[in-house]
């Protein structure tokens, strides 16, 4: 699990059921995303899913990794929305 947005290197929680992933592992938080032009991952062009979370039980013998990948090209493939 990575522990950011690869787009706005946003901290992300192994437990934010909105944190959403492709099936390469392309980590994004839900605000990102939402923009992604037709809601594909803009790195692999692959559907997005929500992340699945990891119980707290879980994370001192299976911690989150702490490698960051951020990409701040991704604000590139966002759509562009205008309001009049």
Do not use: H
Not at 57 to 76: I, Q
């Amino acid at each position: 699990m990575r522990p950011n947005c690869e787009c706005c290197d946003r901290d992300l929680s192994a437990q934010d059921a909105s944190v959403l992933i492709c099936s390469f592992e392309c980590t994004w938080c839900a605000d990102c995303a939402a923009g992604f032009a037709g809601g594909r991952c803009p790195n692999c062009g692959g559907a997005l899913s929500n992340r699945p979370t990891r119980a707290l039980e879980k994370m001192a013998a299976n911690p989150a990794s702490t490698e960051r990948v951020y990409n701040p090209d991704c604000l590139s493939t966002r759509e562009v929305v205008t309001v009049a």
